[in-house]
């Protein structure tokens, strides 16, 4: 009796993408690789009945992404009653456009004799350029309602469920008025001399997509009379109306990634957002752990370039009462930190942690104990006074401790008040460990912080499982504690959740 692991394989394996482009003779293959994931398509165990030998080959122009697939295989199973090999072609036509289907012949004469494609240029707005090791980059920002744009999304949507854990296609049959909320910001690096005289220079790196949630309540308050006021009348722009612009999909291609190339194009999209007036926040679906690093990077490195940021220091001549609220507005004024908040567009709790960051990167490693060693942060900070720096810790923890009870207050009330305690004292330990790691790796540069993992959005791995979270300690790289109480599970963390974020990041507790 034939057994059913002879017939199955591994569809992370099966499938191979590449990007290509014409050569002098044939089709050539420039970049190859495996997708992450394919449970979307192939369901949970990611594995294809019914063939030996399989390879699922996924070819795509390097610059218009027009796509092909090839399947072949050794054997295929023949049919016992029910049990069938899977129609991977009909599985596929869900998620790719109908050109993807057609002969490989087909494909290769249209890629090699393409007229076209040496005047390619990707749509939209070039935004940036930027030179590593003698190549040429360029980031290039479109508009959604733009066909020349959609074409291109269409066909590379594929890498959604490859690279993003959880990610989900743009849907592109919305209304116009709907997709005009939309960007798309295409990487592409920009060959100094195409393979041939008719080839395209352009090969995608990555992309990112974005949109905008309308600021109703700005737009109310900004309104001249209250004719002016209405967001949905048929006059009102949409284009023009205040938003928070929401990253969604963040996608470096393997081959391009560990090279600095998510930082250039965060960066790049920051830029523009802080450069256009209707856009009040700046806010992320879903990040994962690695785009939290790559963010925090990015931040960081930005506001550490503004003096009223590197400048601030906690009064620790503050006294603190034994008992009632912490007087943060007297450690930290919230008056001036709302308006650097405000002008970078930061949300309140991202804003909260790089402030975080960058006061615990100026405490002397031997004055305080983190689950991390401190003795490789000392060359990040200057000699200070041993008093003082154990002080100015002490503030830290406080202030650190605060923000995180309120974000938690809800499932620490659910606790006696020792438990809430070591709850707080816990998760506080995991938050800078997670900051010590963030800043050690700020002092390596960009490509370190890129190479601890994939740049994607969308990661279901940041968030705690109710039954089977890990209990004791740092979970993925962002400070995660859950314990067991009256028989529930009670999680108290540092997540990643943008929406819920309002406020100045250090308000005077109520009392």
Request: proline share 7%; charged share 25%.
């Amino acid at each position: 009796m034939t057994e059913p692991e002879e017939w199955s394989t591994s569809s992370n394996d099966a499938v191979k993408i590449a990007l290509v482009q014409p050569g002098p003779k044939e089709v050539t293959i420039i970049h190859e690789f495996h997708p992450n994931f394919t449970y979307s398509i192939f369901g949970d165990e990611e594995v294809i009945f019914g063939y030996q030998g399989l390879n699922i080959d996924l070819r795509l122009a390097s610059h218009d992404l027009r796509p092909n697939l090839d399947i072949a295989f050794d054997r295929k199973f023949k049919d016992v009653g029910e049990t069938k090999a899977l129609d991977i072609k009909e599985t596929l036509e869900t998620w790719l456009p109908p050109t993807a289907f057609e002969s490989p012949e087909q494909f290769n004469n249209a890629i090699q004799n393409d007229p076209s494609a040496k005047n390619f240029r990707p749509p939209g707005q070039m935004i940036n350029t930027y030179t590593i090791k003698d190549r040429t980059f360029e980031i290039w920002r479109g508009k959604m309602t733009d066909l020349a744009v959609q074409q291109i999304l269409k066909r590379m949507q594929i890498f959604v469920p490859f690279f993003i854990d959880g990610g989900t296609y743009v849907n592109l049959n919305e209304p116009d008025w709907s997709l005009a909320r939309w960007r798309i910001f295409f990487l592409y690096e920009k060959l100094a001399q195409p393979p041939t005289p008719t080839a395209s220079s352009y090969s995608l790196v990555g992309y990112c997509t974005t949109y905008r949630n309308f600021v109703i309540a700005s737009f109310l308050e900004s309104a001249p009379s209250k004719k002016d006021a209405d967001p949905f009348s048929m006059s009102s722009d949409p284009e023009k109306l205040p938003c928070r612009e929401r990253i969604s999909q963040f996608i470096i291609l393997p081959p391009y990634q560990g090279h600095g190339h998510g930082t250039k194009l965060y960066n790049s999209m920051y830029a523009s957002f802080l450069a256009d007036p209707t856009v009040i926040e700046v806010t992320v679906e879903d990040p994962n752990a690695s785009f939290d690093d790559l963010r925090d990077y990015c931040d960081l490195t930005r506001l550490r370039q503004i003096p009223e940021f590197t400048s601030i220091r906690m009064n620790t001549t503050v006294s603190i009462p034994k008992k009632g609220s912490l007087p943060t507005a007297q450690i930290l004024p919230p008056g001036p930190l709302e308006a650097l908040r405000v002008s970078q567009k930061l949300i309140p709790r991202q804003f909260s942690r790089l402030l975080e960051m960058q006061l615990l990167s100026l405490i002397p490693s031997d004055s305080r104990n983190s689950f991390y060693s401190m003795s490789s942060l000392n060359a990040l900070r200057a000699k200070h006074n041993p008093q003082t720096a154990d002080k100015e810790y002490r503030y830290w923890k406080l202030l650190a401790k605060h923000r995180l009870y309120i974000h938690n207050r809800d499932q620490l009330a659910q606790l006696d008040r020792l438990d809430r305690i070591d709850k707080l004292n816990e998760t506080l330990g995991g938050v800078e460990a997670d900051y010590v790691r963030l800043l050690l790796q700020m002092k390596a540069g960009p490509s370190t912080v890129e190479k601890q993992e994939q740049e994607e959005l969308g990661s279901e791995d940041d968030v705690t499982d109710e039954k089977d979270g890990d209990e004791n300690g740092v979970q993925n790289g962002s400070a995660t504690l859950a314990v067991r109480h009256s028989k529930r599970r009670i999680i108290v963390e540092d997540d990643d959740e943008d929406e819920e974020d309002t406020g100045p990041p250090y308000k005077k507790a109520k009392s």
